[in-house]
């Protein structure tokens, strides 16, 4: 885990706080966090009085984000047999979400 996370924080240095959810609770991802650089974190828990589906803050992105891909056909299912392979899929995913958002814009 601190590999990825000095890969993140090589590619996005202005990334400075972390959601996790809840099941990252705990002095694991903090010790984690600490040695890789400066990173505000703030574990996004569901409370246990909760029934059936709950809002919670910021996960919504993440949900809306796999939403999103899912639309993609190659994306539904995993079938790629590099990591290389499926980034690249998971790019040209998101490059077509983009370029049809800046198309509508395009015309008006």
């Known amino acids: ?3 990825l996370l000095r890969t993140i924080k090589h590619c996005w240095p202005w990334l400075l706080h972390v959601f996790p ?4 609770a705990g002095d694991k991802l903090k010790g984690r966090l600490k040695k890789v650089g400066k990173w505000t974190l703030e574990i996004i ?18 949900e809306r984000t796999f939403a999103w ?11 790629e047999k590099s ?13 077509r979400i ?5 198309a509508r ?3 008006r």
């Open 98 to 102: 983009i370029t049809k958002r800046l």
């Open 45 to 62: 828990k569901r409370t246990d009085k909760a029934k059936g589906f709950e809002l919670l803050p910021r996960r919504w992105v993440v």
């Open 1 to 3: 885990m601190t590999d």
């Open 105 to 107: 814009y395009c015309y």
């Open 21 to 24: 959810d809840g099941g990252y």
């Open 83 to 95: 990591i290389a392979s499926a980034e690249a899929w998971i790019m040209i995913a998101h490059i």
């Open 69 to 79: 891909l899912g639309r993609s056909r190659r994306l539904a299912k995993d079938w």
